[in-house]
Nanobody
Framework: QVQLVESGGGLVQAGGSLRLSCGAA?????MGWFRQASGKEREFVAG????????KYADSVKGRFTISRDDAKNTMFLEMNSLKPEDTAVYYC?????????????????WGQGTQVTVSS
């Protein structure tokens, strides 16, 4: 069983930065960040393989967001820069028992409770 706890969300002005963290216990798995805006489906943001060797990003965040993991601390991060109002959403971290990077929500076995990110214009 993997328990995920996100933190770091909040309110920021457009152009600002936030850093999300996801603490994971009991395992070393591939992980990802997803987001869900009000009235929309949950979408892939970024993913990282079990050993950190591979990463993948949604086109909408490429060049602005960086995913990383510190396995010594059992923590995954999402560094978000140049934030835009359209980045406003609840952000979820997820973990899956596979080696690489998956963009499908259904591939992930464990999910955090979500953290709100609001970007004002």
């Amino acid at each position: 069983q993997v328990q995920l706890v996100e933190s770091g969300g909040g309110l920021v002005q457009a152009g600002g930065s936030l850093r999300l963290s996801c603490g994971a216990a009991n395992g070393r798995t591939a992980m990802g960040w997803f987001r869900q805006a009000s009235g929309k489906e949950r979408e892939f943001v970024a993913g990282i393989s079990w050993n950190g060797g591979s990463t993948k990003y949604a086109d909408s965040v490429k060049g602005r967001f960086t995913i990383s993991r510190d396995d010594a601390k059992n923590t995954m991060f999402l560094e978000m820069n140049s934030l835009k109002p359209e980045d406003t959403a609840v952000y979820y971290c997820a973990a899956g028992t596979f080696w690489g990077v998956e963009i499908r929500t259904g591939a992930y076995d464990y999910w955090g409770q979500g953290t709100q990110v609001t970007v004002s214009s």
